[in-house]
């Protein structure tokens, strides 16, 4: 294997990938937490949303709950399906795949789309591997940007150590009924993003949604679809060897 040096990267832009670049179409329409929803040519404004039926509880209580199910929880896996906005270029890369979660501190994504991507690590050495470049990033977990948005999945975190939390409602703007909406900004300033917004299912406190928003306004959006929990995981998933021919790159 060859090895060079990079330039400074984050993993929020890492996970990304080798995705296809896809132009949006029409208008963008903004909402309060950052996203924006891509309307038809000609589409009329949408309506403002409700007032909340009933009162919100307890920022804290939501934020317990929420640490409370995960401090449950020894994996996760799930399918997800990846949205990243460009801003400075009103542009919308998507991808797709599994992920596994396995504490303490292993998290293995598998990318379908585009096939053959790799973001893994093994507690110890985060590894991105990009197919199509025939390239792999490798820098210990200690020194990346490894978002504490995804970092708390791995035992690895706790959201109120991490976050000042403002709750909301998910209905209306943030288009996620049945839920609430946490918006958190990070006590420590880091160049890896600005807020982060989870979107909770009210049944269960479980995360359903993880929205990242950079500096430069850029939006990396992650939706878990069919989770599981505390399933049997093989620890083998969180070795990753790379191909023949494989360009390392390391900080």
């Not at 903004?30 to 949408?46: F, L």
């Not at 939006?219 to 790379?242: E, S």
């Amino acid at each position: 294997m060859m090895t060079r040096t990079p330039s400074k990267t984050s993993l929020a832009v890492l996970l990304v990938l080798a995705c296809a670049t896809l132009p949006l179409v029409g208008p963008t329409v903004a909402h309060a937490d950052g996203t924006s929803a891509v309307s038809p040519p000609g589409a009329p404004a949408p309506a403002a949303a409700p007032a909340p039926a009933s009162p919100l509880p307890n920022v804290t209580q939501v934020v317990t709950q929420v640490q409370n199910f995960y401090n449950k929880t020894r994996s996760f896996k799930s399918d997800f399906e990846q949205t990243f906005v460009v801003k400075a270029y009103n542009m919308t890369k998507r991808s797709k795949g599994q992920v596994t979660f396995l504490k303490p501190g292993k998290m293995d994504w598998t990318y379908a789309d585009p096939a053959g991507n790799r973001v893994v690590s093994d507690g110890t050495t985060l590894k991105v591997y990009e197919e199509a470049n025939k390239q792999v990033y490798e820098q210990p977990v200690a020194g990346s940007q490894y978002p504490a948005a995804l970092s708390f999945l791995t035992g690895q975190g706790e959201l109120s150590s991490s976050f000042n939390f403002t709750l909301y409602e998910g209905d209306g703007q943030f288009q996620f009924p049945g839920g609430y909406v946490l918006v958190g900004e990070p006590k420590t300033p880091t160049a890896a993003y600005t807020k982060v917004l989870f979107y909770v299912d009210k049944q269960t406190f479980q995360i359903r949604r993880v929205l990242i928003v950079d500096g430069q306004s850029n939006r990396n959006r992650f939706d878990f679809v069919n989770p599981q929990v505390n399933m049997t995981v093989d620890p083998n998933q969180f070795v990753f060897v790379a191909p023949p021919n494989t360009t390392v790159v390391r900080p």
